[in-house]
């Protein structure tokens, strides 16, 4: 699981806004971009290279 203070700084690095995290914390979501970054041993990939789209069945559901 992420640490809740981490959670609070980090931002999407494409357009800036909050990314949360998906129920198993495996995923941080960008609604804004409509991408998502994975989590490696609870740690961010946070790069926009390394981003995937969110596939259209579990928009929302994240």
Same mark, same amino acid.
């Given at each position: ?9 980090? !931002?999407?690095?494409?357009? *800036?806004?909050? +990314?949360?995290? %998906? ?6 979501i960008c !609604?804004?971009?409509?991408? *998502?970054?994975? +989590?490696e041993g %609870? ?7 390394? !981003? ?7 928009l929302g559901?994240?």
């Amino acid at each position: 699981m992420l640490d809740p203070k981490l959670l609070e700084i980090l !931002a999407c690095p494409v357009c *800036r806004q909050p +990314v949360v995290p %998906d129920q198993g914390h495996d995923w941080l979501i960008c !609604a804004k971009c409509s991408v *998502r970054y994975r +989590v490696e041993g %609870d740690i961010p990939i946070m790069l926009p290279e390394e !981003a995937e789209e969110i596939p259209e069945n579990r928009l929302g559901q994240e």
